[in-house]
Nanobody, 117 residues
């Protein structure tokens, strides 16, 4: 059974930083496109950032220059470094693994991030 386990969420003040981690029990992790999504109350789930097996990244416009996604294939992990955080970043953050050229798509259970003073 594939598991994506997120950690690192919590409460942070505006302007602060958090680092989210996701560890995946995927045997072919390096072939998956990894992404972070978020869903705020009353809103649709949206892509925050994604990273391909080759290391190419893309981000939502709202987080460009503030958030950085990275991966460590040896550890089967993906990270999201969040800096200069804003109250609008408050959401449940989900880790996603999408198989390149295949049908598999997996989600973590989510971790709450709250930005508030």
């Amino acid at each position: 059974q594939v598991q994506l386990v997120e950690s690192g969420g919590g409460l942070v003040q505006p302007g602060g930083s958090l680092r989210l981690s996701c560890v995946a029990s995927l045997s072919l992790f390096r072939f998956y496109r990894m992404g972070w999504y978020r869903q705020a109350p009353g809103k649709q789930r949206e892509l925050v950032g994604a990273i391909t097996s080759g290391g190419s990244t893309n981000y939502a416009d709202s987080v460009k220059g503030r958030f950085t996604i990275s991966r460590d294939n040896a550890k089967k992990a993906v990270y999201l470094q969040m800096n200069s955080m804003k109250p609008d970043d408050t959401a449940v953050y989900y880790c996603n693994a999408a198989q390149v050229g295949g049908p598999n798509n997996f989600w973590g259970q989510g971790t709450q991030v709250t930005v508030s003073s």
